[in-house]
């Protein structure tokens, strides 16, 4: 009783799809499912739409690594710019994060992942080499590794400072830390040693 199919193939293919993407489950991609095809002509048609023209248009920027439908990217077209200021990011949602702060106006270079021994992802997996021949040109002046504070991001950090030792760049990385509106009580031990390592003259 409990295997009955309730909806045709299409219908279940399309709740399977949605169950892959991060963020749902079964029972939310049923939900998701359900309401786009409640809502098939303002919804569910223009997502197809929408998404055929991503299959046919999006691609990866052959310069940074970011996602766009153009190539060179938007970011790496921008004359506005600053081509000395390179902030390297793990994946293209770290990218995005960092454009949404507005903080810098800067170029971007995405690895594609990190270092993981353990999951088979060494440097030839990642844009470690096209990272490296950008900052030889010469035109780049500082390099700000914005990768998380992870284990395999601070590998990852390490393996990139090595790789760009010796070339006329600087490498700077982001602050670890207490966040903005933390309160301490509520911290982690490494997030509070990390805070006090890097603590700043007032």
Same mark, same amino acid.
């Given at each position: 009783m409990a295997n009955r199919k309730v909806a045709g193939p299409e219908i279940e293919r399309l709740i399977q799809l949605l169950a892959r993407l991060p963020g749902l489950g079964p029972r939310s991609?049923?939900?998701?499912a359900l309401h786009l095809i409640k809502k098939k +002509?303002? #919804?569910l048609v223009p997502?197809? +739409?929408a998404m055929g023209?991503?299959?046919?248009?999006? &691609?990866?920027c052959s310069v940074c690594g970011t996602v766009d439908t153009s190539d060179p990217c938007t970011i790496c077209c921008d004359d506005g710019r600053d081509p000395s200021l390179l902030v390297v990011v793990e994946d293209v949602?770290?990218?995005?994060?960092?454009?949404?702060? &507005?903080v810098l106006n800067a170029r971007y270079?995405? #690895? &594609?992942?990190?270092?993981?021994?353990?999951? &088979?992802?060494?440097p030839e997996d990642l844009n470690i080499a096209s990272l490296v021949e950008r900052v030889r040109e010469g035109a780049i002046g500082e390099v700000i590794l914005a990768v998380n504070a992870t284990v395999e991001g601070?590998?990852?950090a390490l393996y990139v400072t090595d790789q760009l030792a010796g070339l006329d760049v600087t490498v700077t990385r982001l602050a670890h830390g207490v966040p903005v509106g933390g309160e301490l009580d509520h911290l982690d031990e490494g997030t509070l040693a990390q805070a006090l390592k890097a603590?700043?003259?007032f």
């Open positions: 991609a049923r939900r998701a +002509d303002q #919804l997502l197809a +739409d023209v991503a299959v046919e248009k999006v &691609g990866v949602a770290d990218l995005w994060a960092l454009e949404r702060a &507005g270079h995405v #690895l &594609g992942g990190t270092l993981s021994p353990l999951d &088979g992802i060494g601070q590998t990852t603590r700043t003259r």
